[in-house]
């Protein structure tokens, strides 16, 4: 996949985006109604609505 990968920037709305564990979002308020994808070792968290990337956890 070649994409652009930092807070602010957007995804394609025809990647597929995946649920987070039900743990995630209580360990973290600020995710709760994102969701993520797996790019390289990197788990990419996603405002669904917007596409819009949130957060980039480094693996």
């Known amino acids: ?3 652009s990968v930092g ?3 957007a995804v ?3 990647v597929t985006l ?3 564990p039900p ?3 209580n ?3 600020a995710y709760w ?3 993520y994808i797996l790019l390289r070792d990197d788990i ?8 819009a990337i949130t957060d980039v956890i480094r693996g």
């Open 44 to 51: 990419v968290t996603i405002v669904a609505d917007t596409c």
């Open 23 to 25: 743990a995630m979002p």
């Open 27 to 29: 360990l973290a308020s």
């Open 1 to 3: 996949m070649n994409l």
């Open 18 to 20: 995946h649920s987070l």
């Open 12 to 14: 394609r709305r025809s």
């Open 7 to 9: 807070v602010g920037s």
């Open 33 to 35: 109604s994102d969701r």
